[in-house]
């Protein structure tokens, strides 16, 4: 028996979500998400009432093990974050391993996550790529970056829309203004963009205006 389902909630669309996952946080006896308020929003969409408790970041090490004995105990735990596939630049790594640990069966039900459109649309090889999730803001970021500039996959990033001008410029810098990439903001939601072109090109677009929503950055690897 599952004691935890990791269910993919959507990235901006809220008919994006299987009928599957609507089933098991109907069947679940507990619901735990990332914020209690945006996922109460999704659940009151699709008139699901069920408890729902909060487990980000910032509480995830200090709850872990209460929930674990539960599940011990016969609960069936559904896991959620605010959008997208938790455990992908969310909560969900620490919960899994525990429960792995603790000899509990983990499913994944698979669903959104903004990293997958994006590569995809971007036109730019997706038969291998590597994901780098959010860059470190400060510590390691030029380390990683020089590391990258050997990359010879495809590259997805995630970015805040505060930070994706001097990003895209540091991206110049290290990987060439040739290099050619791909930026898409707002998927699946009203606003969606993608730009497409060479850094310096994608660079000199967002420069452009004012950037807002949210962004995944997709990088072609190095060619020789
Ligand atoms: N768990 C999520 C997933 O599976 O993609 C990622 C969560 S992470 C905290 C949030 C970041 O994902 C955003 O800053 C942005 O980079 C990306 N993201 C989420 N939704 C997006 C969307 N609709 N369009 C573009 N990027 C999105």
Excluded: W
């Excluded at 994006?16 to 308020?37: H, M, P, V």
């Excluded at 009151?44 to 509480?59: C, E, M, R, T, V």
């Excluded at 872990?64 to 909560?91: C, Q, W």
Aim: include cysteine; charge should be neutral; proline fraction near 5%.
């Amino acid at each position: 028996k599952t004691s935890l389902f990791i269910v993919p909630t959507p990235i901006g669309n809220l008919a994006d979500i299987t009928l599957r996952a609507l089933d098991i946080l109907k069947s679940s006896d507990l619901i735990l998400a990332e914020d209690t308020r945006t996922s109460g929003f999704l659940l009151k969409h699709y008139s699901i009432s069920k408890p729902l408790q909060s487990f980000h970041n910032f509480n995830e090490h200090k709850v872990v093990n209460h929930y674990i004995e539960r599940m011990e105990k016969g609960e069936v735990m559904a896991l959620v974050s605010d959008a997208g596939t938790p455990g992908i630049s969310d909560p969900g790594f620490l919960i899994i391993r525990a429960c792995l640990q603790a000899g509990l069966k983990v499913e994944c039900l698979p669903g959104p996550t903004a990293f997958v459109p994006a590569l995809v649309k971007s036109g730019l090889p997706c038969d291998r790529f590597v994901f780098e999730g959010f860059l470190p803001v400060k510590k390691g970021r030029q380390t990683l970056l020089t590391a990258l500039a050997q990359e010879e996959r495809t590259m997805i990033f995630y970015e805040s829309p505060y930070r994706l001008v001097k990003t895209l410029e540091q991206f110049k810098t290290y990987f060439g203004a040739e290099r050619k990439a791909s930026v898409s903001r707002e998927l699946t939601k009203m606003f969606e963009e993608t730009f497409t072109g060479t850094l310096e090109e994608v660079l000199t677009h967002f420069q452009a205006k004012e950037v807002k929503g949210e962004i995944v950055m997709v990088v072609a690897g190095r060619e020789d």
